[in-house]
């Protein structure tokens, strides 16, 4: 025990595992190995890494132990424990299930930036100022991106962040490296790439992010209708559409006609002629 340090031997007896030598060494030879190597973009603390190497080595040599145990001293949350776990494991080389720019081609269905995405990566390791595992997810998803950005391809959005297990955060910051040196470096590489139908079809419900380099501004000269001139045409259409409207109006009123259906030719109570009297409504000499 005396020859690990602190921190590996204080989480190995919480595990249970202080007396499986096998594990502890393990444990400790992935740790020196990590140390050799660089984790970017990534939050992975100095615990964590340690609860991660008893992790896999006890895994690695079939010795039974506590999983959420291995959760709770990591100080991590479940989802980001598996996703350190899963960086690491490419790091040390222990996982042959690794993400390559063609696996990652073929599920985003754009075969077509293959080619361009391996060049990236290739050119991007020689500049690089520190040593980095371009086997990692990160950098495999923003190479691919990168070339989708420059043939002018779309790529659904929550995939592509899914491959890559980084956060929002994490990602925008490599985007932003890695848009610097592909501008640099890339800037006359463009190939047309023919998008698959199907990808339209399979991603309708998936929010997807355009990755198209910035289109430049068309420059058309607009003629723009002087604001006297809108005025007075808005005003007379104004005018022209109520005067019609009012002519409308009094079209459609008609004189009020009688009640009755056939008027009468005389009144029985008034006398036709211009004689005074009162006209009976029966002769009297009948």
Known sequence: MAAYNRTLNFIASKLGLSEEEKVLNKAAEFERLLQAKTIAGSNITDVSKVAVCLDLAARMIGVDYDVKAVIKYSGLKPAMYANSRKVLENLLEINSDKLSTSLLCITLQCNGVQTLADKILQ???????MEIDLNLP????????????INKVKVPKSKILEKSRLKPAQWAKLDADWTKFVDEHFAGVKKRVRQPKDLKENDDNQEKMEVD???????ADLQIEPYKDWKQRMLEAA???????????????????????TPQKFSPYKNSSKEKGVRLLFPLNS
């Open 123 to 129: 050119d991007y390791q020689k500049q690089a100022k």
């Open 138 to 149: 990160q950098y495999v998803c923003m190479a691919v991106y990168q070339a989708c950005r």
């Open 213 to 219: 380099s910035p289109k430049k501004e068309e420059t």
């Open 239 to 261: 005018y022209k559409e109520l005067s019609e409207l009012e002519n409308k109006e009094t079209q459609s009123m008609t004189p009020r006609r009688s009640p009755r259906k």
